[in-house]
Structures are given as structure tokens and as C-alpha cells.
């Protein structure tokens, strides 16, 4: 079956980057958009951005300056880059997959990793 | 940015209840919406897609309505694993998640 697992440091220090990477497997890569989101008690669910296997990348306005995501289809990972990061983006952070097409809804998800922002 | 609310925020409820939850949209986003079960400390899980479409495996019990901006979740009779929180989410334009509805015990 398919399984995403989130990996990378869980505490990151105001001002510097953020990095995730998302281990793929069970799935093709070429059949979904590969996307982060993340959940804080404030502010919800709140989607971070996708890449295809293409290589083209769409990000939520509200991250786009900071925000990078790139895909290792050799290895079946996708990575997220956050930087100049702020206790605002301490939430848990999921990688997760959607159907290319229709309403593209997120079919599957890692367990989330909570990474906290903090000197 | 398409904003979704959900009504009620929470509610209490018991085995057996029907359970209705509201998810509107701030303009027409057609069908392209989708609900998510998200129980504590897990990911979200998708029930019901493009507003009305049952996932594979979900229970009968749970179904999906509406288009444009109102939507509705429904659970027709609620079981004691369905007490969760329940998000719905478009995708229309620009990813937006609802604030989420939580169901817990009466």
C-alpha cells in the first residue's frame, strides 16, 4: 500500500530554514501531486504548497516567498525548504498525496512531524 | 483566497444520532470539495469527494451533498468510532481547508 513518512530535524531556530523530506512508496510518482500541509491549533489546516513529476510547482500565496519544494524521483522523495522561519510556522508538518485530476483530493497522508521554532 | 466556514463548530451527540455538519464557501466552487475525518493525533483522512463521492472503505453511513457554496456533511447514524473532527476542503482555486468541526459525546 502506499506510505508517506516525514523525516527531518523536529526543532529549528527563528530566522533559519526549515527542511522536510517525504519517503515515498507503494505509489508512482508521476501520479499525483506531491504536497506538504501543515496544522497549528491557531490557524487549522493550512495547505503549503505541491510539485508533479514534472517538475512544476504551485505554492499557497501566503508562503510563496519562503517556500520551496523539490522532488527526488531516483530516490521517490519530496522535500520542503521554509526558510527565514518564525514561532508562527511551529506546527505539525504532513506530506501527502493528490489525485491529479477531478477535485484532487489528498488520498494519502504521512503521520506528520511537529516542528517546533524556538532558540 | 476562497474561504470556507463550518456550522457548528463543535457539537455533542450519541451513538445512533444523525449528524449534520454545514461547510459553506465564500463564492461558487462547484463540486470541488472534499471532507476529511481527522481523529487525535493522526492525519486527516478523506470520506467524500467532488462534494458527494464516498471513498473506497468509508462506511455507508456517511454521505455528502450540495454545490456552489453550501455543502453538508451527513453521518446517518453515529457510531462510536466516528466521534473525530471533521474538515472540509476545496480546491477550486488556491488549497483552503474549513476550520473543522468537532464531534465529540453527549
Known amino acids: 500500500q502506499v506510505q508517506l513518512q516525514e523525516s527531518g530535524p523536529r526543532l529549528v531556530k527563528p530566522s533559519e530554514t526549515l527542511s522536510l523530506t517525504c519517503t515515498v512508496s507503494?505509489?508512482?510518482?508521476?501520479?499525483?501531486?506531491w504536497s506538504w500541509v501543515r496544522q497549528t491549533p491557531g490557524k487549522g489546516l493550512e495547505w503549503i504548497g505541491y510539485?508533479?513529476?514534472?517538475?512544476?510547482?504551485n505554492y499557497s500565496p501566503s508562503l510563496k516567498s519562503r517556500v520551496t519544494i523539490s522532488l527526488d524521483t531516483s530516490k521517490s522523495q519530496f522535500s520542503l525548504r521554509l526558510n527565514s522561519v518564525t514561532a508562527a510556522d511551529t506546527a505539525v508538518y504532513y506530506c501527502a498525496a493528490r489525485i491529479v485530476g477531478a477535485t484532487s483530493p489528498f488520498v494519502y497522508w504521512g503521520h506528520g512531524t511537529l516542528v517546533t521554532v524556538s532558540s | 483566497d476562497i474561504r470556507l466556514t463550518q456550522s457548528p463548530s463543535s457539537l455533542s451527540a450519541s451513538v445512533g444520532d444523525r449528524v449534520t455538519i454545514t461547510c459553506r464557501a465564500s463564492d461558487n466552487i462547484g463540486n470541488f470539495l472534499n471532507w476529511y475525518q481527522q481523529k487525535p493525533g493522526k492525519a486527516p483522512n478523506l470520506l467524500i469527494s467532488s462534494a458527494s463521492d464516498l471513498q473506497s472503505g468509508v462506511p455507508s453511513r456517511f454521505g455528502g451533498s450540495g454545490s456552489g457554496t453550501e455543502f453538508t456533511l451527513t453521518i446517518t447514524s453515529l457510531q462510536p468510532e466516528d466521534f473525530a473532527t471533521y474538515y472540509c476542503?476545496?480546491?477550486?482555486?488556491?488549497?483552503?481547508f474549513g476550520p473543522g468541526t468537532k464531534v465529540d459525546l453527549k
Open positions: 507503494g505509489a508512482s510518482i508521476t501520479s499525483y501531486y
Open positions: 510539485i508533479y513529476y514534472s517538475g512544476a510547482t
Open positions: 476542503q476545496q480546491s477550486y482555486t488556491t488549497l483552503t
